[in-house]
């Protein structure tokens, strides 16, 4: 910075300006040895800092709370696929047709065995409808409402032996009802590859296959910022 001579005393002559220029001068000379004794610097520097120190803070936030949020969408994740697996089990207990596992095979009406089984699918069946109402996942969603769609196309035939399709698509069953019902509607909803638990058990078999395939894709931040595979990070991440 170079201030002249005239430029420092040549407004002297002008009385009018005296009073002004002064002022001005020594606010330009304050602010030179500010500037001068690194003063400006540090102050710059704090600013800075500052506002790189609040964008580090609030990355950190962000990657705390996708974090957060990864694990939750594996839980419901990992929670719909038990479900599921749950109602594929008894479901296939149901439609099993071979001579030694068959509920049907030899029954001319309503065993406890069979009621046992029915109640079991039931509970099965509710518990991954209401597992399912905790995720987002559209893929898993999509089956789940598939499923429900294909069970109420059975409301009539399900209504016939004490079994009831709720508002929340969820089943109830009477089992005194049920226990009375013919054995051959009993044997058309629930036993063989043509049955209502035919079409649950595959249905049960896809939602699970879509859970499991959303919850590996499940991402979070890692420690250098980047996205990661849920498994690789989403516990093991470090600020």
């Known amino acids: ?18 009073s002004s220029f002064t002022s001005g001068l020594y606010s330009s000379l304050s602010e030179y040895s500010t500037i001068r004794s690194g003063a400006y610097k540090k102050l710059v520097s704090s600013y800075y800092n500052k506002t790189a120190s609040t964008d580090k803070s609030n990355t950190t936030s962000t990657k705390l709370n996708s974090n957060k949020n990864a694990i939750a969408q594996k839980r419901e994740l990992t929670e719909v696929k038990d479900a599921a697996d749950s109602l594929y089990e008894a479901a296939g ?3 099993d047709t071979s001579a030694s596992k068959s509920l049907f095979k030899k029954a001319d009406k309503v065993t406890n065995d069979i009621t046992s089984a ?4 039931v509970k099965n069946y509710n ?3 209401e597992e399912a109402a905790d995720t987002t996942n559209s893929k898993v969603t999509g089956k789940v409402s598939f499923m429900t769609g294909q069970a109420n196309a059975y409301k009539s035939s399900l209504e016939n032996v004490g079994i009831t399709i709720n508002s929340d698509k969820t089943l109830s069953i009477d089992e005194d009802t049920f226990k009375k019902s013919d054995i051959s509607d009993v044997k058309k ?3 063989g590859s043509g049955s209502m638990a035919y079409q649950t058990f595959v249905r049960a078999s896809d939602i699970s296959s879509a859970a499991e395939n959303a919850s590996a894709s499940v991402t979070s931040y890692g420690a250098d910022g980047m996205y990661n595979n849920y498994y690789n990070s989403a516990y093991n991440w470090y600020l």
């Open 1 to 18: 910075m170079s201030l002249s001579i005239n430029t420092l005393f040549g407004s002297f002559n002008n009385s009018s300006a005296n």
């Open 93 to 95: 207990k149901l439609t």
């Open 118 to 121: 029915v109640k079991d699918y």
């Open 127 to 129: 518990s991954l409808i």
């Open 189 to 191: 909803l629930f036993n």
